[in-house]
Every structure is written in C-alpha cells, then in structure tokens.
C-alpha cells in the first residue's frame, strides 16, 4: 500500500506540473532556451555589471557557489543563471557509476546544451514579455515568494527549515513552482535568510521583469594582456624539457586563481589546456582531471579571466610575476637534465608523478612545492575533495605542520630511492573515476606498506650517525619563507588551512617530506573527481589514512626514542589493530635516538617550543592574538582562549567575533571550537570517539574559514560577560541565551548589514586573498 500510495502521488505531481506546463505554454508560449539568447530588450534601465551582480554576490552567491550550490545553481555568473538547476547532486556518497560532469564553462556552453544534460531554467525562456518574465521564471518568484512570506520572528526557525549539509533539495522547475509555494510558502530566497532590502529587491526585480538583460564583460585591459601573452608564450615552450615543466605546473595549480601581481588591477586568471594556441579564444579541454588524456591532437596551455565571483571556500591566489618566472626557470629548466621522450597520459603512469616527472630533478620538484606549501595544502581544503564530515575526519581538528628540510643530504639523495620505489608509489587515482570498493583498497595498502617498510629503512640508513636527527631536519623557510609552518583547522564538515603556528600546542603535527606532498596533491586533488563513483571516492579517503600517519610518524622521530611509543598511542588510543601495526612496524625499523636535548618529561611540549625558535624569523603571526593593540581585549582573548572542557561542546565550529571598541569600526577574531578525540583512524562512529572534555578553543586575530556556522557581536566593556557566559554553558538553553544576548541570527533584522561589514573588513584585511563566505553552515539554533 506504500509503495502505491508513493506511485500514486508521484503521479499525481506529474499530472499537475504537465497541467502548469501546458498553462505556461499558452500564455507565453513553449519554452526554448533560444528566446532568451534571441531577447534584445529595450535599452535597460538597470545594469548587470554595475547594478545586478553586486547584489547577487552579496545575497545570493554566499549560498549559491561552487559545486556544493543548491540545485547546482551558480549563480557567481550569468552563464550559471542561463544554465539553470538540476536535481542532480555533484556530491553523492551513494553514486555507483561515475556521474556526468556539469561544470560550467567546460562540460556545455550554451543554455541548450545544458538542457541536454538536464539543467532546467530558472529565467523566463518562453515569449519574453515583462509579465512572463516574471511569471515563467523560478528565480523571480523565489523572490517574490519570500516577499510574500518572510522569515518568522524567533529563533530557532521552524522544523519546516532543513539546514543540514545533506538536506533532500526540491529543486523546482517553473512547471513545479505552484506546488512548490502551496507546499514550501517559508522556503523563498533567500533560504532561511532575511528577504532583500528594498533597492536590492527593486533591483533584481526590475532585471528580470526586462528580460534579464546581459552584456559580457569588457576585455581585459592592455597590461593585463601583456602579461597574459608573455606568460603563454613561456608555458607553450617548443622543447621536450619546456613542455614537460609546462605539465608539471598545470597539474599543480589548475586550481590556482592566478593574478599579476605587478598590476596593481585586482583580476584572477585560471590556467587551462585548450584546443587553441595564444591569440585565439580559449577552447577549454573537457577532461575530467588535469592528470587525464586531454584528447587527440596539439593542445595549449592558456590563462583565462576568472569569470565568477571569488569565494572565500575556493579562493586559491596565486601570485605570477618577473620573479616567479625567473624561479621556474631555475628549477626547472636551467638544470642540465634531457627529456628525450615526452610521458604519455597512460591513467596508471599519469596518476603517478614520480614516473612522469622523473626526470625533473626531485630538487626542483620540491623547492617548488615549498615556495608556496600553504597553496598545496590548500589544495585539499578548498578543492572539491573536502567537503563533508566523512572527507574530513580523516585529520585531527588542530595541528600544526612543518616541512622536511630540502639542504639536508638525505633529500638531495632520494632520487634513487624514489626511482626504485615507483611501482609502491602508485595512488588509487590510477583506478579512475568507477572502480570497485574493496579489491582497489587491498591493494593499495599493500602497496603503501611496502613503501613504508623501505622509507623506514631508508631513514634509518640516513639518519644513523650521530647528531642526524637535529632541529635541522626541519625546513626553516631559509629564513623568509612564512610557508615553513602552517595550522590546519578542521570545523566538523570543512577546514582550513593558514600560515603559522596558531593557537595552544596541538595534540598533533606533521613532518612532510617530498614524497608526502606530492600524494596528498595527487589523491586529494589533482587524481581526484568529484563525480566520480564510491569506490573512488572512499579509497581515496581511506588511502589518506596512511598519509596522516606517515606525517605525524615523520615527526615521531624527532621525539625520544623511550617516548615515541606513548606520545604515539595517545595520539590513538582506542584505535584498532592496524594503527598498532603501523607504529610497531616503523619503530622496529627504525629506534635511531633524537639527537635533541630535552630536558622535562614533556618533550612533545618541548619540540613544539624549539620548533616556534628555529622558525621564529620565518613565521606568519597575523593571526597571534599576541599582536593585538589593545590591552584589555588582548588579555580578554588570551582568557578566552585558556578555556577547556565541556563548556565548548555547546560552541559551534567555526564562528566570526565582532568586539565594537567605539570606534565604529569592530575588530573581528574567529573563534575555532576543537573536537577532542581518542583518534582519527576510523571512517564511521565519531561521535563514539568523542572526549568533550578535552575539547579547546582557538582565538585568532582576522577571518579563518570560509564556512562561519555563527556571528556574534560584543561591546569592548561586555567582554568580560562575554568570557564568563562561554565558560558556564552547560545547555541548549543556555547557548540560546547567549547567542539571545551576543549572536547576530540568521533571521535578525541586520542580518544583511552585518554581513556586509563582515565582507568588507575581510576585503580590507586581505585584498588578494579574501573571497565572498558560504552560509549553507549557519546554525539555526
């Protein structure tokens, strides 16, 4: 009977979106993607560039961007509007064939193609008149909607609001809008947000009543284009060893928003391979990673204008200027190494790149990498790899990580290591986008523990005379290079990644050598899709279990020999079987002694100490709350900070403080609440592993995420308060209260306001890195 009720009303709602179709044809005719592209309106009285997209970054775009969008509705460019939604998910754990790709600007591009590929539209695509432009498209009435049924008063809002990451999305086509408002009246855009103000809603209101009118954008400028041009002619060198250089960097920053950095104009280029040579238009090359064939015949590496708005969550900059162009060819083409023959895109060589780019010397590979290593972490943080709780618990909430030391012999040596343990190098990314669940894993985990047996004896080889393993293992920026250490922050479902050290000691860090990098990037990123099947997906994430470990072991060996052990099985107790393997097998093969004097019975708090002495003239501290001026909000957020235990476990992740000094203009910290854990070695039951007690609080100076689940906001003098009511939560009630008294909610009547302070400090703060936040994470609570 269920199943027939379901059938029943399934029907039923096909009945009535055929009926709403039929309706919509014969007042404005069949839908047809050519009558918008046809639609020369009037000269318009509102402007898409200087009037439209403003608003719909600040209003729309901070949920609608990226693949994680709802309904994949992008709305970051107007080509993202014309494609349209689909109810189609780019993130699907379930997917047992790996999907189509839909990404913009690359799989289709024009609206007919997409509606080939099952995008529907949400601008009026029938006869275009003011009435039907209203009336026939999703995008207007979503507005109108919550014009007509604002967000109620109180918080938090109703059960009929589903914020959680995995929300069933309704995804209405025109034809399904009727039902959809008698259904959903409170779900008008924006969702769970406070409707546009006034001007803004006249605005985008009055835009698509004309037609949605566009112009595309102005060409870039004459500095601009001399740059573009001198950039493509040295990335599309003639020779194999120019060539082999120009594949090396395309697979390391096509996730890169490339800027010139001697131009003082702020504008964003992506590199893409193309079908075209310079001085054509740019043909991106439709392959689903950068690591794959990108089809027959020649092909071009090209810089393209970033053509949607900058977000916070994908935001990668990337500075190109005379210097970097100088570095390249150091490290990449002024060694005296032949390229005789150019590696072919064979998927299980082109997934390894310690087979592909033999013949680059491993020392140019990885000052490369260490030139800019928070932009190859960032890789996995903000590339479409880390999202969700399931992606990201695989890593601890805070650690730090610092970086293996490319001067010392041991790494100038390691070519012929590397060169003989190709075959054990080789990534489940070989397997592409299908592959199987358990056969791939078996034999990737073999394959990773044969290497690690051999780098184990590698490093006791090279680390056996006296005094080897120093301080000076680790890299210490050659003095400048703010790259030297690095914080990684995860908040549940997404993370973040900056320069320094911040916060308390972590429970935890990473040592990363060559080899580790370069297979975080190639599992994480560049051998990851994000359409691909669940086989991909999950051996990928289980396959980074092994790379934590061989970090954090990597910084093990810096420790004392006696306490390596017990640091090791707190960092995991109550860990299964495997992890017990893994440590016990690496200190058979390896129990040199640290040649580090260590002096208490806390040498993990020690190395931390020593670590923050040899990097001192390299570190990043724009985020030490250490360097705030004002004493008093200084020793406020020190309190802050000091704060442990279960009162934290009622703090959101990730939240933005606004501290109002008077001024008129606040100070902004972020707020990081860290899980305490037993251990990160399982996929499933975190919450089994949850120690509340041993939960902490990162404060930090500026913006840190991309993902804010809460704002508050405090007057200098309430400080104090503020503390004393973080301390003391104890309830769901109590949080309610304080958030009641300190938090800017999702439905406050500033909402808007407050936001684009926020934004605009941010940009104010950090003009080349800043990008617009995502609040599909704001908590309703």
Known sequence: MRALLVLWVALLLTGCAYLAKVGLDARYGQADPGNLAAHTPEPAHVDFWRDVKPVLDKRCVVCHGCYDAPCQLKLGAYEGIARGASKERVYNPARLIAARPTRLFVDARTPSQWRERGFHPVLNERRQTPQANIEASVMARMLLLKRRHPLPGGMPLPDSFDFSLSRDQQCAAIEEFDAFERKRPLWGMPYGLPGLPEDEFDTLHGWLRQGAPYQPPQPVSPV?????????????????????????????????????????????????????????????????????DPGAGEFFYRLTPLRTTVLAKTHMPYALNTARMERFETLFLRPRYQVDRLPSYEPRLAANPFAVFEEIPVDSRYRFLLDE???????FIKGPVCRGQIALNVIDDHFWVVFHNPNRPGVKGSARFLSQELDHLSLPSEEQSNTLLLTPWLKYSRLVDKYLRAKTRYMADNLSRPGAISLDLIWDGDGWNDNAALTVFRHFDSASVVKGFVGEPPKTFWVIDYPLLERIHYLLVAGFDVFGNVGHQLNTRLYMDFLRMEGEFNALTLLPRDKRREIWDYWYRDAGRHVQGFIQERMEYFDHESSIPYETDDPLRELYERMQDRLRKALNRDHGIAG????????????LSRIRGESLFWLPQAAFLSIEDGTGKARIYTLMHNNGMSNVSTLLSEEKRRLPAEDSLTVARGFIGAYPNAFYRVSREAL??????VAELDSEEDYRAFTARF??????????????????AYLEQAP???????????ENR
């Not at 705030?628 to 309190?639: C, K, M, N, P, Y």
């Open 224 to 292: 601009l284009r001399e740059q573009i041009d001198r950039w493509e002619a040295f990335l599309n060198g003639p020779s194999n060893k120019q060539r082999l250089m120009s594949r090396y960097l395309y697979e390391h920053l096509f996730l890169a928003n490339l800027y010139f950095s001697e131009v003082t104009e702020r504008a964003f280029f992506r590199l893409v391979r193309s079908s075209t040579p310079p001085g054509e238009a740019v043909v991106p090359l439709a392959a689903r990673r950068p690591i794959d």
């Open 373 to 379: 290593a928070a932009f190859l972490i960032m890789g």
């Open 628 to 639: 705030e001026e004002d004493e008093f909000i200084r020793a406020g957020l020190q309190a």
């Open 720 to 725: 104090e308060e503020f503390i004393q009511a």
């Open 743 to 760: 938090g800017v909610h999702r439905n406050a009547p500033d909402f808007w306001a407050h936001s684009d302070a926020l934004h605009a």
């Open 768 to 778: 080349i890195a800043a990008g617009l936040f995502d609040y599909n994470r704001l």
